[in-house]
């Protein structure tokens, strides 16, 4: 009923700037009122939150803060991830969230989303 659509990784020069967007579609999704989030998953890592915002205040992950802006368009049921100053341990395949999330501490617990794109490789060289 529900799908989230990842596109703008790829691959990219260290310092460099990638922006990701997320598109959200489905007529039992009121994306006005639910939590919007990223994650990443990187080679032999765990998954780790990276973003996401709850009725209206963003949190980040104190490896990406600064570096990354996270905007939401209602408008257009689409949530963006602008990362800038990219290093290589940001190499990653990110994931866009969705769900309806009680409390921020649960922003961070990736089992709380009940829905999940498909993700976007990227990719930062040294």
């Known amino acids: 009923q529900v799908q989230l659509v990842e596109s703008g990784g790829g691959l990219v020069q260290a310092g460099g700037s990638v922006r990701l967007s997320c598109a959200a579609s489905?007529?039992?999704?009121?994306?006005?009122?639910?939590?919007m989030g990223w994650f990443r998953q990187a080679p032999g890592k765990e998954r780790e939150f990276v973003t996401a915002?709850?009725?209206?205040?963003?949190y980040y992950a104190d490896s990406i803060k600064g570096r990354f802006t996270f905007s939401r368009d209602n408008a257009k049921n689409t949530v963006y991830l602008q990362m800038n100053s990219l290093k290589p341990e940001d190499t990653a395949v990110y994931y866009c969230a969705a769900g309806t999330i009680a409390t921020p501490s649960r922003l961070f617990l990736g089992y709380e989303y009940d829905y999940w794109g498909q993700g976007t490789q990227v990719t930062v060289s040294s």
């Open positions: 915002n709850w009725r209206g205040t963003t």
């Open positions: 489905g007529r039992t999704f009121t994306f006005s009122s639910s939590a």
